[in-house]
């Protein structure tokens, strides 16, 4: 049974970091790329950040320098690291794994950036 397990969302000041975790499971992790999605209230999922089984890794425009993503192969886990964090950040995030038709999806953590 494939999961997809997200961990590490919060409540976090403006300029303050916070550290998602995917936990995947039910599937050869190290096979396909892995990517971090969000969506906030009204708005449409958008792509954060993804990386890809070779490591090559890319990301929205919007979080270019203050966010980084990895992947642990040996802890079937991928990462993404959020810095300087802003209340335009505020969504729930969700991990992502895909290889050809295969597309998976976890439950989704909410990340809220506010005072």
């Known amino acids: 049974q494939v999961q997809l397990v997200e961990s590490g969302g919060g409540l976090v000041q403006p300029g303050g970091s916070l550290r998602l975790s995917c936990a995947a499971s039910?599937?050869?992790?190290?096979?396909?790329?892995m990517s971090w999605y969000r969506q906030a209230p009204g708005k449409q999922r958008e792509l954060v950040a993804r990386?890809?089984?070779?490591?090559?890794?890319n990301y929205a425009d919007s979080v270019k320098g203050r966010f980084t993503i990895s992947r642990d192969n040996a802890k079937n886990t991928v990462y993404l690291q959020m810095n300087s964090l802003k209340p335009e950040d505020t969504a729930v995030y969700y991990c992502?794994?895909?290889?050809?038709?295969?597309?998976?999806w976890g439950q989704g953590t909410q990340v809220t950036v506010s005072s």
């Open positions: 992502n794994a895909k290889m050809f038709s295969n597309d998976y």
């Open positions: 039910g599937f050869t992790f190290s096979l396909y790329a």
């Open positions: 990386i890809t089984s070779g490591g090559s890794t």
